[in-house]
C-alpha cells in the first residue's frame, strides 16, 4: 500500500520473534482490525524484528528499553534513498505498532514485563495546515478532466464526488453502485476508516456526473463478471489507491493553481469552505467520519435530513444554482475557533498519515 513505502518486503527471521509475528496478526484478525492496519502493524513489527535480528537479539525476553532505545536512534540516523532523513511523524508511526506489540505479548504471557511502557516518543512538530483549495481554485480543478473522453466522465464524477462529499480516497475506491441513492441525494459509506458506517449527502451537482458517468462511461468500462465496484479503472476492476491519488493529483497540477496535493486536499477543501460559509463543526464532523475531536464538546448525532440540508446551504458545489451563505451553526459554545482549529489539524494529521 501507498503508506509505510520504505520498509521493503524482506524474509523473516526464523526465531521466536519472527513466529510471535503470525500470531500477533491472526489476534488482530479475530478482533476485526482494519486490513490496513494488520498490514501497517505487520509491516513495522517485522521490520524491528529484522534490525534485532541482525544484533543476535532472537527473543522477545531479551529486549530491554536500552534495546528499543537503539532501535529508535537507528531509525532517526536511517537515510532513505534519496539521502533524506525520516521525518519524526514517520518514526512515530514506526515505533507505535512495536509498542502495541510488546503490550499484545505481556497480555498473552509471552515476556513478563513490558520494555516499552515508558519508552519516551519522539515529539511531533506543530505544523501549519496543508494547502486546500479557495472555491475558485476548486472549480478550475474540477474542468481539468477531458469530457469527449469516457474516462473524463469518469474522472470529473470522481473528482466531483470527493469535492462534495469529502470521503477519504479508500472509501471512495470501496463504493459500490448501491451505496449512492439518488432519490434521497445520498452516500452511504460502508466500512469506512475504524469500520464505521455513516451516510452522507452528495450534491446535486456530484448527482448529475456520477450519473453521465453511469450511463456514458462506466458501460464501456465494465469487465463481466461485474462486482458492482462504483468508480472503475482502465482494466474494468477498482482502483488501487496509489492509482486513485495519482488521478487526483495530476489534475490539481494541470490546473496550475502552484499548490500540490490529491485526494486528501479535496476532502480538506470541502470541510474548510463549509466552515467558512457558517456550517456548524459538528456537522462537518459527522460528513467526514470523525468519532470525536479533540475538544471538551460533547458530539451530538445529527439527522441525515437536517445534514444535507446544511451541506445545501454551505457547499459552494453542491447545488447547480448557487444559494448566498447563511448562517447555519446551531452551536451555542464560546470556543468555536478552537474547535474549527482542532478539526483542521485532525485533518492535517490525516494527510500526514495517508501520506498521498
Not at 517485522?46 to 534485532?52: D, K, L, N
Not at 468500462?221 to 458492482?228: I, K, S, T, Y
Not at 486528501?264 to 464532523?285: K, P, S, V
Not at 479533540?294 to 441525515?304: A, D, K, L, M, N
Request: positive net charge.
Amino acid at each position: 500500500m501507498a503508506r509505510n513505502r520504505t520498509i521493503k518486503p524482506q524474509p523473516m527471521p526464523r526465531n521466536r520473534m519472527g513466529s510471535l509475528i503470525d500470531e500477533f496478526i491472526a489476534w488482530m484478525r479475530v478482533r476485526n482490525t482494519a486490513e490496513y492496519t494488520q498490514h501497517n502493524r505487520r509491516a513495522c513489527v517485522a521490520q524491528f524484528v529484522r534490525w534485532a535480528n541482525e544484533r543476535g537479539i532472537e527473543d522477545p525476553m531479551e529486549v530491554t528499553r536500552p534495546v528499543l532505545e537503539s532501535y529508535q536512534r537507528y531509525l532517526y540516523y536511517y537515510r532513505q534513498k534519496n539521502g533524506k532523513p525520516l521525518t519524526f511523524r514517520t518514526q512515530y508511526a514506526r515505533l507505535v505498532p512495536v509498542r502495541v506489540w510488546f503490550r499484545w505479548l505481556v497480555k498473552n504471557n509471552h515476556i513478563l514485563h513490558n520494555p516499552a511502557s515508558d519508552l519516551d516518543m519522539p515529539k511531533l512538530e506543530k505544523r501549519l495546515p496543508r494547502a486546500v483549495l479557495n472555491e475558485e481554485e476548486a472549480e478550475r480543478v474540477m474542468i481539468q478532466p477531458d469530457l469527449r473522453d469516457p474516462l473524463g466522465v469518469r474522472d470529473r464524477a470522481i473528482l466531483e464526488t470527493f469535492y462534495s462529499t469529502g470521503i477519504r480516497r479508500m472509501e471512495l475506491v470501496n463504493l459500490r453502485l448501491y451505496n449512492v441513492d439518488h432519490l434521497r441525494g445520498t452516500l452511504s459509506v460502508w466500512l469506512g476508516k475504524g469500520k464505521k458506517d455513516r451516510v452522507v449527502p452528495i450534491g446535486e451537482r456530484a448527482l448529475l456526473w456520477v450519473d453521465k458517468y453511469l450511463r456514458e462511461a462506466r458501460p464501456q468500462l465494465v469487465m463481466e463478471p461485474d462486482d458492482g465496484t462504483l468508480f472503475l479503472s482502465i482494466e474494468g476492476g477498482p482502483f488501487h489507491l496509489d492509482r486513485m491519488s495519482k488521478l487526483v493529483r495530476d489534475y490539481v497540477e494541470q490546473a496550475n493553481l502552484g499548490k500540490s496535493g490529491a485526494c486528501h486536499m479535496l476532502r480538506h477543501t470541502m470541510a474548510t469552505l463549509m466552515l467558512d460559509n457558517g456550517a456548524d463543526i459538528r456537522y462537518i464532523q459527522e460528513m467526514l467520519g470523525h468519532s470525536e475531536l479533540q475538544s471538551t464538546q460533547i458530539y451530538t448525532q445529527v439527522s441525515i435530513g437536517r445534514l444535507k440540508r446544511i451541506h445545501e446551504a454551505t457547499h459552494p458545489g453542491a447545488m447547480l444554482e448557487k444559494k448566498k451563505p447563511g448562517s447555519t451553526s446551531i452551536a451555542t459554545h464560546n470556543d468555536e475557533e478552537s474547535l474549527r482549529a482542532n478539526l483542521l489539524a485532525t485533518l492535517d494529521a490525516e494527510a500526514e498519515e495517508e501520506s498521498e
